[in-house]
């Protein structure tokens, strides 16, 4: 498989501690959205929305979209999993996810931010805010205690959660109100997934 990801995106860092945690083997191409690179016509026919991720399955097929990527995952590599099969609990853990796949990054993406940039919007301020609400409501949806978001084992939601705590480091979310937050991430921080999946030790990364 051949992973084409950007060392500081969150959505491929959700896909590359997925692909860690199952142990599937993947090369990376990294693509810079620095450079804009996502833009480019030769990215555009691996990826027509221009942006990372995207997971090429085998000489035919590309996935595309961070989360259906998961979910492919999911199913073709079951174990470990990353959604419980009680239906309901798999439900509770996808819409925690979900506030940080659906709620926070659409608006906080890079095309967004310059946008809002170019009509004359502070863009830090406006990523703090969505942070903020996004993360407020994930620390009620998740479970009180536990080493991570729903207990003892990793879910799809501290996968979401990881990469966007990255995030708000980078751009000075003040964490004080999510000390429980900060807690599961140096807990999944500490798995061997993470630490392989997280930016500074990707390919191009830079000393943020
Ligand atoms: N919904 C998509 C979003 C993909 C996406 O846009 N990723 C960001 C990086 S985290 C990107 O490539 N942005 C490029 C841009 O905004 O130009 C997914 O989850 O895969």
Redesign the pocket.
């Known amino acids: 498989m051949i992973l084409y990801s ?1 060392w500081r ?4 860092y959700r896909v590359r501690v997925a692909l860690h945690l199952k142990g599937v083997p993947f090369t990376t191409r990294s693509i810079n ?1 620095a450079d804009g690179e ?2 480019s016509s030769n990215y555009e026919k691996i990826n027509p ?5 995207a997971l090429q399955i085998n000489d035919d097929v590309t996935l ?4 259906t990527i998961l979910s492919y995952l999911e199913q073709v590599h079951p174990v470990p999993a990353m959604l419980p099969s009680d239906p309901i609990k798999s439900a509770l853990i996808a819409a925690a996810a979900n506030v940080i ?1 659906c709620d926070i ?2 608006v906080n ?3 967004v931010v310059s946008r809002m940039k170019s009509l004359g919007a502070d863009g830090i301020e406006w990523m703090i805010d969505w942070m903020n609400q996004g993360l407020m409501a994930y620390q009620k949806l998740i479970e009180p205690k536990g080493r991570y978001s729903f207990g003892d084992d990793l879910t799809l939601a501290d996968i979401c959660l990881v990469p966007q705590l990255y995030n708000a480091h980078r751009w000075g979310v003040d964490l004080s109100p999510f000390k429980r937050l900060v807690e599961i991430e140096q807990a999944c921080l500490m798995t061997d997934a993470f630490q392989k999946a997280h930016p500074n030790n990707q390919p191009n990364s830079e000393t943020p």
Request: glycine residues 4%.
């Open positions: 950007y995106s969150t959505t491929s959205l996502q833009c929305s221009m942006g990372v991720p595309t979209q961070s989360m796949a990054h659409p993406n890079l095309k």
